[in-house]
């Protein structure tokens, strides 16, 4: 199932969640809050009130918790 990275411009938790990703070999869509129409629905439908949201299907964490994020994409990285 994919994976979904919501985030916006100027946000560095948003960048942050990207990079660890990206780190880590994990491929995403990447969803530009401020640029897709239809963002804020989605994230609305999955019950998100801010960005960055890693999202699956109907399931989410927020990004600006790394271990988090790990844990929900199935990885094991060394946050410290």
């Known amino acids: ?44 439908a999955l019950g998100a009130r801010s960005v960055p949201v890693v999202a699956r299907g109907d399931a989410f964490v927020y990004g600006q918790d790394l271990a988090a994020v790990a844990r929900f994409v199935g990885i094991e990285a060394d946050l410290q």
């Open 1 to 44: 199932m994919t994976i979904t990275v919501f985030w916006q411009p100027g946000c560095t938790s948003g960048l942050r969640t990207k990079e660890f990703l990206r780190t880590h070999g994990i491929e995403f869509e990447s969803v530009n809050v401020r640029e897709d129409p239809q963002a804020m629905a989605r994230l609305a």
